[in-house]
C-alpha cells in the first residue's frame, strides 16, 4: 500500500522537524527520513548561527563549517538557508570525525 505521509527528520540530531506529503504515483515514501534541508531549531541556533552545513548527498556526510571558514575556503557566497551541496570530492578536503 502506497504511504503518502513522512516524518521529516533533522539531519545533525534525527529528531522529528516535520512531516512530508507525497502525491506521486512512484515509490512509497518512507516512514521516517532525514531531509538535509530540514534542521530543526536546536540544531539551527547551536550549529547555523555562525556557521554554513555543507552535505554531500552520495556519501551522506555533513559538516558544518564556521562561516569566516566557509567564505575563506569557497568561492560561491554563503547560502541564505545556510545549507549547501558538495560531490565527495569537495568533502575530502575535511577530515574524518573522531569517533570515541
Known amino acids: 500500500m502506497k504511504s503518502y ?10 529528531e522529528p522537524v516535520g ?7 512512484k515509490e512509497t515514501l518512507p516512514e521516517k527520513f532525514v531531509d538535509p534541508t530540514a534542521v530543526c531549531d536546536t540544531c539551527r541556533e547551536k550549529y547555523l548561527d555562525t556557521g554554513t552545513m555543507i552535505v ?10 564556521a562561516d569566516e571558514a566557509f567564505e575563506r575556503t569557497f568561492t560561491i557566497p554563503i547560502p541564505e538557508s545556510k545549507v549547501c551541496f558538495a560531490d565527495p570530492d569537495v568533502m575530502a578536503i575535511f577530515p574524518e570525525p573522531e569517533v570515541a
Open 5 to 14: 505521509v513522512g516524518m521529516m527528520l533533522c539531519p545533525l540530531c534525527e
Open 56 to 65: 554531500c548527498p552520495e556519501t551522506g556526510q555533513i559538516v558544518t563549517v
Open 19 to 25: 512531516v512530508a506529503l507525497d502525491r506521486s504515483l
